[in-house]
């Protein structure tokens, strides 16, 4: 996909400074690890900074706020978790099954319930999940909204509304299921909610 290939280093630059690689994966690994374990009530920057081993300072100094450090452990998980789907992968629609299969596998595991805790962290402290929305989900959900474009475009996906709206039908709906327990979410499930929604051609 051409708007990046390390989605994981797509985290808001702080001035000063470069950044080492090694210590920023240390930090967001840390973080991630800590809210998986003990959850977002003990993950703080003092706990961060003991886990991994750097500076409260160095910390406070990469990362604008407490939330938006959650936000980027949770985003370089997710990039090696769920990675965006390539286009070199197959067609749109075969990528798009893929990928919401994937989704809604991880939200089984401690990556659902990792992103459920952080989105509500967000909206405690700001009123909204704005943050999340413009340091995580924007840019997902921009590549996998061209992704659909590109199959409306290519006649294997007959759907005619708009992309996003697509996109949105498909992981608002898996979201939804995941947050109020309706319905098991199964792999299988997001594969026909996908076509469902797509409408795929032939």
Known sequence: MAKGTSEAADVTPRRGRPRSVETTN????????????????????????RHSNVSKMTIYKWWPSREALLI????????????????SS???????????????????GEFGKVQLAVISECISKTGSAEL????????????????IAAGQ??????????????YDAIYGSLFYRYVFGIAPITPAYAR????????PKG
């Open 26 to 49: 240390a930090i967001l690994e840390s973080a991630y690890a800590l809210m998986a374990a003990t959850g977002l009530a003990t993950t703080n920057i003092d706990a961060v900074a």
């Open 72 to 87: 980027d452990a949770f985003l370089h998980h997710a990039a090696q978790m769920l990675p965006l789907p390539p286009a």
């Open 90 to 108: 197959g067609t749109p629609l075969a990528r798009a099954r893929r990928h919401a299969a994937a989704y809604a596998e991880a939200l089984q």
């Open 132 to 147: 999340f929305y413009a340091r995580y989900l924007q840019f997902r959900r921009d590549a996998l909204v061209e992704m």
């Open 153 to 166: 475009a290519d006649g294997s996906i007959s759907a005619d509304a708009p992309a996003e709206d697509l």
């Open 192 to 199: 026909t909610l996908v076509d469902l929604v797509l409408r």
